[in-house]
């Protein structure tokens, strides 16, 4: 069919296997991704055209008519998207000289302009207030315990980042601190719309035997600092589960069923900015899946990872924290946080 708006044929791809990638055509500049396989667990990938093949002022626009996230990349997987629910992209060529080219994009997340399509915040700890031992803001509540300690840094810059938040565990081996989404009485639950986290954080240094502690980051039940047992969250647990990031998994009372997938990627460690990492999480809008990416790349298995949360499970969203384990220690290891982003879109609008 055609499209009026943009005077190209509309190309409209439908994935059938668990991971479906797609080379867009340069003759076709319109899409519609769709999911017609109710059901069936999808992960879209759109790769637009090598840069060099095209008119420079070519638009490419990206309609996500799919219930999930899909994911948009340049010739050489350099530029990554991700694209929400009912959202458009735009991505206009700007400079060629390379197969990956220079695009110019700019994304229409409904949610902006329309509350009914979903939700979509970001939490930037850049001009807010707070003291020690205390963090508060409206949705978000701040759990600091035993030696344990929450700072927010605003001004400065570090790495290019201008404030975050610094969450301690001390150095006793009670100590924690955590930031979770909702006061203890609030719950949020999963199904029936796909929901992601994301992050930008760093770690100041390596968890060793005689300072252990364990930090998470994603979505979970408890906010006591222990283990969770409903929960999706990247892990990072050198003691008991290597020097990698983990992505977690657990399902049902007690973590029974639950699934670790070793990412492979180890946590960068430091205070000078070189050591961010991002953090993303993405649960699909049947609550069956979830996949993670690290710095924008995609580290969960094929096929996504299961062991979720059942839909009538409360869990608190957004939830950051370090724990002190094992050994009291002499230093208090810290977390540092730039932002905390929360996306979710039912997969009815209402």
């Not at 899409?31 to 667990?41: E, K, Q, T």
């Not at 759109?46 to 490419?60: C, E, K, S």
């Not at 001009?127 to 949705?139: E, H, R, V």
Request: hydrophobic fraction near 40%.
């Amino acid at each position: 069919m055609r499209s009026n708006r943009y005077g190209d044929q509309r190309q409209i791809i439908f994935a059938v296997s668990d991971t479906a990638t797609q080379i867009v055509s340069p003759t076709k500049r319109f899409f519609v991704i769709v999911n017609p396989l109710v059901g069936i667990a999808t992960l879209f990938c759109m790769v637009l055209p090598d840069a060099r093949t095209i008119r420079l002022g070519t638009p490419f626009v990206f309609e996500n008519q799919s219930s999930d996230f899909v994911g948009i990349y340049n010739a050489d997987r350099t530029t990554f998207h991700r694209l929400p629910p009912r959202a458009t992209l735009t991505c206009v060529l700007t400079t060629q000289a390379s197969a990956s080219g220079t695009w110019h994009s700019v994304v229409h997340d409904p949610a902006v302009g329309n509350p009914a399509f979903g939700m979509s915040s970001v939490l930037d700890f850049v001009a807010l207030t707070s003291g020690n031992n205390m963090f508060s803001d409206p949705g978000f509540t701040g759990v600091p315990s035993g030696a344990g300690a929450i700072n927010l840094t605003t001004g400065g810059s570090v790495g290019g980042r201008q404030g975050s938040l610094t969450v301690s565990c001390g150095t006793t081996v009670a100590g924690y601190s955590l930031v979770y989404a909702g006061s203890s009485g609030e719950n949020n639950y999963i199904g029936s719309g796909c929901r992601a986290f994301e992050t930008s954080q760093a770690i100041s240094a390596i968890s060793s035997a005689a300072d252990e502690y364990i930090a998470r980051y994603g979505i979970g039940d408890n906010i006591t600092g222990g283990a969770h047992t409903e929960a999706a969250y990247f892990m990072y647990d050198r003691l008991n589960l290597g020097t990698n990031w983990q992505l977690k998994t657990i399902k049902t009372a007690g973590g029974a069923a639950n699934t670790v997938t070793d990412t492979g990627v180890a946590p960068i460690y430091g205070t000078t900015g070189a050591e961010w990492q991002k953090l993303r999480i993405e649960i699909a809008s049947s609550g069956a899946r979830a996949d993670g990416w690290i710095d924008n790349v995609l580290i969960s298995p094929a096929g996504g990872q299961a062991n979720l949360p059942a839909a009538t499970t409360a869990i608190k969203i957004a939830h950051m924290g370090i724990t002190k384990t094992e050994d009291a220690g002499v230093n208090a290891r810290y977390l540092k946080v730039d932002y905390l982003r929360l996306q979710s879109y039912p997969t009815t609008p209402r």
